[in-house]
């Protein structure tokens, strides 16, 4: 079956603009992560979501971030008024539940760069 | 503050012996724990997991232990295999808040 995947797998954009970056979990997969990954570190969390809410978004760094998933399938992570240290790699995972023990299964991951 | 620490940005093993990976942590409240492997240009793949019910967990190659007295774990990798060249994270969670994972800054492993 399909895993996850993460759309575009890189974006180039300038500092100011607005991106979205999208996630498509596994069919089935009620939670959904999102984690960012600068260079010579792991993934750093920034929010989940059980179905269409947002459970914790403790992760996300401040008010430039906002995720959505309206239907509990695909996610969108929305970063407005880009900056350079926006730039990193973005992981989706998704798993069957939220629940301690249910593996997340990553996507491929975008690479932002911000100019 | 880095709640999961990984020391080791690279480890160099000849094929046919012991890797061993090693992880440490300071939040007590910690009670899962995980090993993700990365290939470049993929996402993370589970690789093995272990309770802070439990100080051993083994599967086929992979073992993983855990001291929480030491709040500390180790991936043993017996024998190793080019094909395990990989960046090994290492991951935590506390049971109540949603499996939210706590990364290591992860080792690279180098298998010739």
């Known amino acids: 079956g399909a895993g996850v995947s993460q759309t575009p797998s890189n974006k180039v954009t300038e500092k100011g603009k607005y991106v979205e970056l999208r996630c498509d979990p596994i069919?089935?997969?009620?939670?959904l992560y999102w984690y960012r990954q600068s260079l010579g570190q792991g993934p750093e969390f920034l929010i989940y979501f059980q179905g269409t809410g947002a459970a914790d978004d403790s992760g996300l760094p401040n008010d430039r971030f906002f995720a959505v998933r309206p239907e509990g399938s695909v996610s969108t992570l929305k970063i407005q008024r880009t900056e350079r240290g926006d730039s990193a790699m973005y992981l989706c995972?998704?798993?069957?539940?939220?629940?301690?023990?249910?593996?997340?299964?990553f996507g491929p991951g975008t690479r932002l760069t911000v100019l | 503050d880095q709640q999961v620490k990984q020391n080791s940005p690279s480890l160099s093993v000849q094929e046919g012996r012991i890797s061993i990976l090693n992880c440490d942590y300071t939040n007590s409240m910690f009670d899962y724990f995980l090993w993700y492997k990365k290939y470049p240009a993929e996402g993370p793949t589970f690789l093995i997991s272990i309770s802070s019910i439990k100080d051993k967990n083994e599967d086929g190659r992979f073992t993983v232990f855990l001291n929480k007295s030491a709040k500390h774990l180790s991936l043993h990798i017996v024998p190793s295999q080019p094909g395990d060249s990989a960046v090994y994270f290492c991951a935590a969670s506390v049971y109540n808040q949603g499996g939210k994972l706590i990364f290591g800054q992860g080792t690279e492993l180098s298998v010739k």
């Open positions: 069919s089935g997969h009620t939670a």
């Open positions: 995972a998704s798993s069957r539940t939220s629940a301690m023990g249910n593996e997340q299964f």
